[in-house]
């Protein structure tokens, strides 16, 4: 569970730095769309469709 939550975590922190002076709007649909892509390569990962040559 941390080895998902601890870059999830990470990967929002340096969205909401670097988005400091966008509007909100635009902040929001950032977040949302990388949690989007987050959960699809876990979801896909853990499905077994993940490439072989791509896991560690």
Same mark, same amino acid.
């Given at each position: #569970? #941390? @080895? /998902?939550?601890? $870059? &999830? /975590?990470i990967g929002?922190? &340096? /969205? =909401? &730095?670097i !988005?400091? !002076?966008v509007p909100w709007n635009a902040k929001l649909m950032t977040i949302m769309v990388t949690l989007a892509i987050v959960i699809l390569i876990v979801a896909l990962e853990r499905g077994g469709y =993940? $490439? @072989?040559?791509w896991r560690r």
């Amino acid at each position: #569970m #941390m @080895e /998902i939550v601890v $870059p &999830l /975590i990470i990967g929002l922190s &340096l /969205i =909401w &730095l670097i !988005g400091r !002076g966008v509007p909100w709007n635009a902040k929001l649909m950032t977040i949302m769309v990388t949690l989007a892509i987050v959960i699809l390569i876990v979801a896909l990962e853990r499905g077994g469709y =993940w $490439p @072989e040559g791509w896991r560690r």
